[in-house]
């Protein structure tokens, strides 16, 4: 008898929606009758599995599942780890022993690249193993979706985080620059723009990391701002670069990186902190305020948009019957594989669910497209505000006198 | 005929449910039939008055009072000003311009001072005029009353946050500091204690302005607290002390000051930063990150607590009702007033709403009484958690694995 027992874990930075997608491919699993045995989530990522470190999910009650798919942040765990040869090794003993058939790996472009990794050493090994890596990334930067399930609600946080701040603002005055995640992508940061109902709102200024930023520019646009709103609100992505692409927080970063190589830009207000001051400085704004997002967008409970949800455990769910298919030999559906999630185009916003092969989500990501961004180089286009609106939802409404 | 008119302002930080109480003071004076005529909005508190800035609020439909109500921040516009006898001149010559008979500003206890200096000049002056503070703070650290309109919706904000960033925390594990607001008062501060649902949860340490903090105990804490959790989440308020008494954020504070002589310290994120850098020094951790959590405290839309958005609006509607019975000459009932919210003691949450003397909630705040903070200087006890939950409301279940 084949191995029929599946393994699923979470990697990476944690969303508000990647519980959703455990929680989807368990439930499809426990579906698909006897074609899926056990059901075990490793703890932390590739790490629970070389330390053995298992929960058995078909234990857990429909009841539960449904509260977990509501819960922020990775319930089985996370870690940020690039597996080597001999990690792989030790991965397929471990299957081989707990006769594991499925590997679900639930995370960004990074967790994609483990996953191909280990799809590619347990082909090398002569290992029968079906690898499927389910997207998931608040920076929407996975080349193989229209859109990543996290996305649009890290999005609907930042939207309403900058509505808010914006009315802030409106009351006190002055320039208030708001940092947000997104180390490659824009995407986040666009999202911003959602936060403008009425007119003259805020976000004034939105630098993403697609465009070079430099400091004159950034005093002159403020000043020119200033002058028109008699007020400022600025959203800047912590990703954006100099006119040599150098990362600007690389000034301030604590020279930290995770085995990925990635630089640690999160969890630190240095970025903010350093443009307040050069505002005062040079600008002559008396009121400056920086606020660093932080990881509340991506944790934060009660905010999560209902579509991103919805896909999220709908990418869960594809997986799970996809890597059926491609365990059966069925055409066309890989057998390390990711699923990309396509827009339908037409009136009413739709998407599709497809299974494409693990690279096309690994290791390279995507930037904003250039009919995203506005020619001025600091605010979004149209474009980008029909592209991000169906999914990230209707905001509370705010109202202004 | 008396001068029968109403200017209305709004003074100090912004909250999500101070426009709460001015649609409360409106729809107050509206229903009071000619007792108030006009019913004037200035912009920006006291500069409004002086600069003749106005919105006609009787104007406003009712609809859109009702989302006004709901909208965060302070629809007015804000200002932080103590006005001076000379100002106080100038607003009497424009009330009488305008025969405005009644007074309202809504703030904290820096906006029920100049609420009091208004009304002891106009004492002074013989210009007959009832003034009444309507109470507004996140801090929460009005002596007036058992807590403030604007505390719990922050409350709950802070409170979501942490739930969000400990299950975040459990994800990836190390040491995450959280800054969150309180210059004087540690309320909000200890309101992340209940984020707490599940055994284990976070937050682990908590620093309130009202205990000494000293950066060696800070690091025997978070020790001891990863021996036992492996992991730590930290809330921290800005307003921490040293042993003398001395602000700790001084340290990395701009020197900002309003005309009140409060230093800025919300808006950047130097403390967090500090605080991280000192654990991975010295506590040798190597994951640490430190968030602040800044503005969005306070003007995050569909966060408030309902409790707090209709006690908020109850205190305007209250400020009307006792003005006019002070006009009237009532016994007992202040002309120059600020509503004091009481907890009736019984089984079921009960607020009541009473007149007080202006300088009640002027100037001096009031600190966490000892019997909310924990005997080991760190964390709240259960009074503080009874105090608070059932004027935060439910938050979202939270499921862990």
Do not use: W
Not at 54 to 73: C, E, H, Q
Not at 161 to 180: E, F, Q, S, T
Not at 350 to 371: G, H, I, N, Y
Not at 374 to 385: E, L, M, R, Y
């Amino acid at each position: 008898m084949k191995a029929n027992n599946m393994v699923i874990a979470q990697s990476g930075g944690p969303s508000m929606v990647i519980n959703g997608s455990l929680v989807g491919a368990v439930v499809a699993a426990k579906r698909s009758g006897a074609k899926i045995g056990r059901i075990l989530g490793a703890r932390h990522g590739i790490q629970g599995i070389l330390g053995r470190d298992y929960i058995d999910l078909r234990k857990v009650t429909a009841k539960r599942l449904d509260a977990i798919a509501r819960t922020p942040s990775s319930a089985l765990g996370s870690c940020r780890m690039k597996p080597t040869a001999e990690d792989c090794r030790r991965i397929f003993e471990e299957f081989k022993r707990l006769s594991v058939g499925f590997f679900f790996y639930i995370g960004g472009n990074d967790s994609a690249d483990a996953a191909r990794i280990v799809g590619e050493e347990a082909e090398k090994d002569g290992y029968p193993l079906v690898v499927y890596h389910i997207p998931k990334t608040i920076d929407n930067d996975l080349r193989s979706c229209d859109h990543t399930p996290g996305f649009a609600s890290a999005a609907r946080f930042v939207a309403c985080a900058l509505k808010g701040d914006d009315l802030d603002n409106r009351a006190l005055g002055g320039v208030k620059i708001d940092i947000i995640m997104g180390r490659d992508a824009g995407f986040l940061t666009a999202a911003s723009a959602l936060a403008r109902e009425n007119k003259g709102d805020g976000p004034h200024l939105i630098y993403l990391p697609e465009r070079p930023f430099s400091l004159d520019g950034f005093v002159a646009d403020v000043q020119a701002a200033m002058k028109r709103h008699g007020r400022c609100v600025v959203a800047v992505s912590e990703g954006i670069r100099d006119a040599n692409g150098e990362l600007f927080a690389k000034k301030f970063a604590n020279g930290e990186r995770d085995s990925h190589g990635n630089l640690q830009l999160s969890g630190t207000g240095a970025l903010g902190d350093f443009l307040a001051g050069h505002l005062k400085a040079k600008a002559s704004v008396k009121r400056v305020r920086a606020d660093t997002f932080g990881y509340l967008q991506r944790s934060f409970p009660g905010v999560a948009s209902e579509v991103d949800l919805k896909e999220a455990r709908m990418a869960g769910g594809v997986a799970v019957s996809m890597a059926l298919k491609a365990a059966k030999g069925a055409a066309g559906v890989p057998v390390k594989g990711t699923i990309g999630i396509q827009r339908v185009k037409g009136l009413r916003y739709r998407a599709e669910f497809v299974a494409l092969p693990a690279q096309a989500a690994a290791k390279f990501t995507r930037s904003m497209p250039d009919k995203f961004i506005a020619k001025n180089g600091h605010d979004v286009t149209k474009a980008f505000i029909d592209y991000a609106k169906p999914i990230v939802g209707e905001l509370p409404h705010c109202e202004v006198l």
